[in-house]
């Protein structure tokens, strides 16, 4: 089992640490926040059932920061060029951290959950 080869205090740890002064989260120590990670960072603590380390009105507050107000979309940080890639994963941590507006999303799927409750 996972638990047997894997300290999850730790791991838990670690991931929570991703999280920056922005209130976005990175991928390794010393790295800039980027919004995907809100998804693989959060969808992995959700996998878990380990957020409560998170500060998610913070994260919520860096990804919307990161909405290109004119062309639409989601960049990786504040001030970029938003692409797919960044918007989708933007949305789906959104989704993730339970905003209001969007559908709850599975974790590890990165599928809405009413999806995979139809099949």
């Not at 060029?81 to 789906?92: I, K, N, P, Q, R």
Request: charged share 25%.
């Amino acid at each position: 089992t996972l638990e047997e080869n894997v300290d999850i205090d730790r791991l838990d740890w670690f991931l929570c640490e991703r999280q920056v002064n922005s209130g976005g989260m990175n991928g390794r120590p010393e790295k800039l926040a980027d919004v995907c990670y809100s998804w693989w960072v959060v969808a992995s603590l959700e996998s878990l059932q380990r957020t409560r380390w998170v500060d998610m009105q913070k994260l919520r507050s860096f990804v919307l920061l990161c909405q290109d107000d004119d062309g639409g979309g989601i960049a990786d940080k504040p001030g970029n060029m938003a692409d797919v890639f960044h918007t989708f994963f933007g949305l789906a941590g959104l989704a993730l951290e339970g905003l209001d507006s969007l559908e709850k999303i599975d974790p590890a799927y990165a599928l809405p959950v009413s999806i995979l409750q139809q099949h």
